[in-house]
């Protein structure tokens, strides 16, 4: 029988899981009450039933994921009080052990950072942890880390309590109700038609579906790149002895979590060779469901789970349970407004951690809706990241396995996923990879990482938080950068034509410096939001009155393209054509840049010709290319946009021409550890949409006087009226030469921690590593204060003194840019 629905809501939620239920809470505490939460099935009968309900936080490596935790942590302690309803939660703490020395400064370097952000997370003697975890075997363990506040919950009891607060509040949820379309009209979505052809239209519609939210999502042209994998835990029989109280403890090297249930042991795996489930679409009908366990592929891993707790292994199994937990390519949520339809928004792909951070995800979707902002840094999380690459059934076929065993092990700070690989390549990829390129993945492309000698050195002999056999290799072409010439293939940049009528006016609205310049200027800018926080970084060019080409990192790729096309004015007239693909970009620089271009183009290459910040069309060869004269290195250099059809000849030609020259490629890491001496800043790196221009240093490329000014014009010209800010990024060198920094290292002034660097790398012409990083006091943060404090980085555990700077440390002039 059809239930009576309302025919119109505010905002209608698409799914009555974990997330669902969260969203529609946290709406309404922001006090938008009409919201309508529909449920195929009973709530909590996808995949939320089933979860383990762990509310641990593991290792979190930036300032989102620990106040996405943080803030959900503490909601679960306290709602019971407010809806009378038990979520189960108790904290019993948390450990992680270490077996291997990786590992163990692998944590010593996150803890602090944790900490932070109000985690207590703090090492502990094995000893110390085997009285906490007695039927436990730790003999292996050379240290642990212990959260006394984190816990469990009862994913379902917390569930209902969630939806008797939002119901509390006026929030309608219906059952048994399933939704069979998103209405859309002019790209817009409008409600929605459930299958027993009842429609409810919304300003809003939010899909919150779980694994079904994918092919949902697809009926209205959404892209949303998650695939079901079969998820594996066992419970034991009752154990005698074993403290209900038990902690929770993770240990990577057997891919296992281990924690009391019922007085038995539940062993939950996420092992390294998992098995996608469904590829095709996941049954409508599948509630409360389970899979049919591959005891063959799964059985050997629980063995070796079994090794940690061996006492466990007299006494009999309970239950062997497969059940379906939805995953995404890079293990981070779907969350935010879709690109393809305005008022249509989703959070999904929650990679086994939905009750974990179900209600900071809610929290920050619920606050994105009613404020038009989101509260917390979502550039990791933003569901515009990913091309429709990522949703084809072969791409999700071979990147799913992979995926459970990378959230649950060992993890370094260069490791690149392993399968689903060679979705983007540049044409020159061959030759790279014939002059000893190691490729790493960024955004679905190879990209050359560093080069080897010889093809057959270029690989990782061990992976480690420390120098690793490529760092020599590394350092000769960051070497050859600074006092001869390399070549980079940055092909992987994404390059958008912005085209007609309205072209210049959609731009200056966007950017906060002025790009109503004359043609063949090139101009770098930030695009900000309403409240001044960065949406991006990158450089327009001017290439007629009607016509401009933006130029940005490959990860801000969907970002940007969103953000153009869904600022065009309703009367006005321009085209957004993303022409990445079409050409290959060949960056030269370095002292003997313009020497090498010389050889090889007929063009005036020279300052008086060609000055710093302009763009020509010059030949090379038989190509004519667009040449750009910027940099991201800190040295004299061009920005070659090749046609894709002339690149490798482009390529051959130039590294015949620069043999004498000391000619080099080089790769990303290179390019990282340049930028680093020249404190360039990057979006979606050291940046997000949190931060401003003002307080990140680039106040020069914010033009607050300019003609019409930009959005975020007034949050930034308030900012700027405050005088000195109290936060402000810095760059940061160690005096000793030995350490490296990868970021998330805390930085002290004195004995207090006043930030943390939000990237590092090693400056091979300063002669140690480099970061940079905000920190915030009190106080105005003059200049005095950054010449003369005491400046120290904690690096795992031990802290190191630091050179702190506002300018460059390396050619703060400019001189070698224009020289």
């Given at each position: 029988?059809?239930?009576?629905?309302?025919?119109?809501?505010?905002?209608?939620?698409?799914?009555?899981?974990?997330?669902?239920?969260?969203?529609?809470?946290?709406?309404?505490?922001?006090?938008?009450?009409?919201?309508?939460?529909?449920?195929?099935?009973?709530?909590?009968?996808?995949?939320?039933?089933?979860?383990?309900?762990?509310?641990?936080?593991?290792?979190?490596?930036?300032?989102?994921?620990?106040?996405?935790?943080?803030?959900?942590?503490?909601l679960?302690?306290?709602?019971?009080?407010?809806?009378?309803?038990?979520?189960?939660?108790?904290?019993v703490?948390?450990?992680?052990?270490?077996?291997?020395?990786?590992?163990?400064?692998?944590?010593?370097?996150?803890?602090?950072?944790?900490?932070?952000?109000?985690?207590?997370?703090?090492?502990i003697?094995?000893?110390?942890?085997q009285?906490?975890?007695?039927?436990?075997?730790?003999?292996?363990?050379?240290?642990?880390?212990?959260?006394?506040?984190?816990?469990?919950?009862?994913?379902v009891?917390?569930?209902?309590?969630?939806?008797?607060?939002?119901?509390?509040?006026?929030?309608?949820?219906?059952?048994?109700?399933?939704?069979?379309?998103?209405?859309?009209?002019?790209?817009?979505?409008?409600?929605?038609?459930?299958?027993?052809?009842?429609?409810?239209?919304?300003?809003?519609?939010?899909?919150?579906?779980?694994?079904?939210?994918?092919?949902?999502?697809?009926r209205?042209g959404?892209n949303?790149?998650?695939?079901?994998?079969?998820h594996?835990y066992l419970?034991?029989?009752?154990?005698?002895?074993?403290?209900?109280?038990?902690?929770?403890?993770?240990?990577?090297?057997?891919?296992?979590?281990?924690?009391?249930?019922?007085?038995?042991m539940m062993?939950?795996l996420?092992?390294?060779?998992?098995?996608?489930?469904?590829?095709?679409?996941?049954?409508?009908?599948?509630?409360f469901?389970?899979?049919?366990?591959?005891?063959?592929r799964?059985?050997?891993?629980?063995?070796?789970?079994?090794?940690?707790?061996?006492?466990?292994?007299?006494?009999?199994?309970?239950?062997?349970?497969?059940?379906?937990?939805?995953?995404?390519?890079?293990?981070?949520?779907?969350?935010?407004?879709?690109?393809?339809?305005?008022?249509?928004?989703v959070?999904?792909?929650?990679?086994?951690?939905?009750?974990?951070?179900?209600?900071?995800?809610?929290?920050?979707?619920?606050?994105?809706?009613?404020?038009?902002?989101?509260?917390?840094?979502?550039?990791?999380?933003n569901?515009?990241?990913?091309?429709?690459?990522?949703?084809?059934p072969?791409?999700?076929?071979?990147?799913?396995p992979?995926l459970?065993?990378?959230?649950?092990g060992?993890?370094?700070?260069?490791?690149?996923?392993?399968?689903?690989?060679?979705?983007?390549r540049?044409?020159?990829?061959?030759?790279?990879?014939?002059a000893?390129?190691?490729?790493?993945?960024?955004?679905?492309w190879?990209?050359?990482?560093?080069?080897?000698?010889?093809?057959?050195?270029?690989?990782?002999?061990?992976?480690?938080?420390?120098?690793?056999?490529?760092?020599?290799?590394?350092?000769a072409?960051?070497?050859?950068?600074?006092e001869d010439?390399?070549?980079?293939?940055?092909s992987?940049?994404s390059?958008?034509?912005?085209?007609?009528?309205?072209?210049?006016?959609?731009?200056?609205?966007?950017?906060?410096?002025?790009?109503?310049v004359?043609?063949?200027?090139?101009?770098?800018?930030?695009w900000?939001?309403?409240?001044?926080?960065?949406?991006?970084?990158?450089?327009?060019?001017?290439?007629?009155?009607?016509?401009?080409m933006?130029?940005?990192?490959?990860?801000?790729?969907?970002h940007?393209?969103?953000r153009?096309?869904?600022?065009?004015?309703?009367?006005?007239?321009?085209?957004?054509t993303?022409?990445?693909?079409?050409?290959?970009?060949?960056?030269?620089?370095?002292?003997?840049a313009?020497?090498?271009?010389?050889?090889?183009?007929?063009?005036d290459?020279?300052?008086?010709?060609?000055?710093?910040?302009?763009?020509?069309?010059?030949?090379?060869?038989?190509?004519v290319?667009?040449?750009?004269?910027?940099?991201?290195?800190?040295?004299?250099?061009?920005?070659?946009?090749?046609p894709?059809?002339?690149?490798?000849?482009?390529?051959?030609?130039?590294?015949?021409?620069?043999?004498?020259?000391?000619?080099?490629n080089?790769?990303?890491?290179?390019?990282?550890s340049?930028?680093?001496?020249?404190a360039?800043?990057?979006?979606?790196?050291?940046?997000?949409?949190?931060?401003?221009p003002?307080?990140?240093?680039?106040?020069?490329?914010?033009?607050?006087?300019?003609p019409?000014g930009?959005?975020?014009?007034?949050?930034?010209?308030?900012?700027?009226?405050?005088?000195?800010?109290?936060?402000?990024?810095?760059?940061?060198?160690?005096?000793?030469?030995?350490?490296?920094?990868?970021?998330?290292?805390?930085?002290?002034l004195?004995?207090?921690?006043?930030?943390?660097?939000?990237?590092?790398g090693?400056?091979?012409?300063?002669?140690?590593?480099?970061?940079?990083?905000?920190?915030?006091l009190?106080?105005?943060?003059?200049?005095?204060?950054?010449?003369?404090?005491?400046?120290?980085?904690?690096?795992?555990?031990?802290r190191?003194?630091a050179?702190?700077?506002?300018?460059?440390?390396?050619?703060?002039?400019?001189?070698?840019?224009?020289?």
């Amino acid at each position: 029988m059809s239930k009576s629905l309302p025919r119109h809501a505010q905002t209608v939620i698409i799914g009555g899981g974990s997330i669902g239920i969260n969203t529609a809470y946290h709406l309404a505490k922001l006090g938008q009450t009409d919201v309508v939460v529909l449920e195929q099935g009973q709530l909590t009968s996808g995949t939320t039933w089933h979860a383990a309900g762990l509310i641990v936080a593991g290792l979190l490596k930036s300032e989102v994921e620990c106040e996405i935790y943080t803030h959900g942590r503490d909601l679960y302690a306290r709602l019971e009080a407010e809806t009378g309803i038990s979520t189960g939660f108790r904290d019993v703490g948390y450990l992680q052990i270490a077996t291997n020395e990786e590992r163990v400064h692998e944590m010593r370097r996150v803890a602090p950072f944790m900490r932070r952000f109000g985690i207590n997370c703090h090492e502990i003697s094995p000893r110390e942890a085997q009285v906490l975890f007695p039927i436990g075997d730790l003999s292996d363990v050379k240290a642990a880390f212990y959260i006394p506040e984190d816990g469990r919950a009862n994913p379902v009891d917390l569930t209902m309590s969630l939806a008797k607060g939002a119901r509390n509040c006026g929030v309608r949820i219906f059952e048994a109700v399933q939704v069979a379309d998103i209405l859309t009209r002019n790209g817009t979505a409008t409600g929605v038609r459930t299958a027993d052809g009842q429609t409810i239209t919304a300003e809003n519609v939010v899909l919150c579906g779980g694994m079904w939210s994918r092919q949902l999502g697809a009926r209205a042209g959404l892209n949303l790149p998650l695939q079901a994998a079969e998820h594996y835990y066992l419970i034991t029989e009752t154990i005698p002895g074993l403290p209900r109280n038990l902690p929770v403890l993770e240990d990577p090297s057997t891919y296992t979590y281990y924690r009391e249930e019922v007085g038995g042991m539940m062993l939950g795996l996420f092992e390294p060779e998992a098995a996608a489930w469904n590829l095709g679409g996941i049954p409508d009908s599948f509630q409360f469901g389970e899979i049919d366990p591959d005891w063959d592929r799964v059985g050997p891993v629980f063995e070796q789970a079994f090794t940690r707790v061996p006492k466990a292994l007299k006494y009999g199994v309970k239950k062997l349970f497969c059940g379906p937990e939805s995953f995404t390519p890079d293990l981070a949520p779907l969350v935010g407004p879709t690109p393809e339809l305005r008022n249509c928004w989703v959070a999904c792909g929650m990679n086994s951690l939905g009750i974990l951070n179900g209600a900071g995800t809610g929290m920050v979707l619920a606050h994105w809706i009613v404020d038009g902002l989101p509260p917390l840094d979502v550039t990791a999380i933003n569901v515009n990241r990913f091309s429709k690459s990522y949703a084809t059934p072969a791409f999700r076929r071979d990147r799913t396995p992979e995926l459970l065993g990378k959230l649950f092990g060992q993890h370094f700070h260069n490791e690149s996923p392993k399968t689903a690989r060679n979705v983007k390549r540049s044409v020159l990829y061959d030759r790279l990879r014939a002059a000893g390129a190691y490729f790493t993945e960024g955004n679905g492309w190879e990209q050359p990482d560093w080069f080897a000698p010889t093809p057959e050195e270029a690989r990782i002999e061990r992976y480690s938080w420390f120098r690793q056999n490529w760092f020599d290799w590394h350092a000769a072409e960051h070497r050859a950068a600074r006092e001869d010439v390399v070549l980079m293939d940055m092909s992987s940049m994404s390059c958008f034509l912005v085209q007609g009528r309205d072209a210049c006016a959609l731009l200056s609205r966007l950017s906060c410096n002025e790009v109503d310049v004359a043609p063949d200027r090139v101009v770098y800018t930030a695009w900000t939001n309403e409240r001044g926080g960065f949406e991006a970084d990158l450089t327009v060019t001017r290439l007629a009155r009607d016509k401009f080409m933006v130029v940005v990192g490959e990860n801000s790729h969907g970002h940007t393209e969103m953000r153009l096309h869904r600022h065009i004015g309703a009367d006005e007239f321009v085209t957004i054509t993303d022409v990445t693909a079409g050409r290959t970009q060949i960056n030269v620089h370095g002292p003997k840049a313009r020497d090498l271009l010389s050889r090889v183009s007929h063009a005036d290459l020279s300052n008086d010709a060609f000055p710093f910040m302009t763009a020509r069309e010059i030949d090379l060869g038989y190509a004519v290319v667009l040449a750009m004269r910027v940099t991201f290195i800190g040295e004299l250099g061009w920005e070659l946009h090749v046609p894709a059809t002339q690149a490798v000849q482009t390529y051959d030609l130039l590294m015949q021409a620069g043999q004498d020259l000391g000619l080099r490629n080089a790769g990303m890491q290179t390019l990282n550890s340049l930028r680093l001496e020249k404190a360039y800043r990057d979006f979606g790196i050291d940046l997000d949409n949190t931060d401003n221009p003002i307080e990140a240093g680039l106040g020069f490329a914010v033009k607050l006087d300019k003609p019409g000014g930009f959005i975020g014009r007034d949050a930034l010209a308030a900012i700027k009226a405050r005088g000195t800010p109290q936060t402000r990024m810095l760059q940061f060198m160690l005096r000793d030469p030995e350490p490296l920094l990868h970021g998330n290292e805390i930085i002290y002034l004195g004995p207090d921690p006043v930030g943390y660097l939000q990237v590092g790398g090693y400056g091979h012409s300063l002669g140690a590593a480099v970061g940079l990083g905000f920190v915030q006091l009190d106080q105005p943060l003059t200049p005095a204060i950054v010449a003369k404090g005491d400046w120290s980085i904690e690096v795992a555990g031990q802290r190191f003194p630091a050179v702190a700077s506002l300018k460059p440390l390396y050619d703060p002039d400019m001189h070698k840019i224009k020289g």
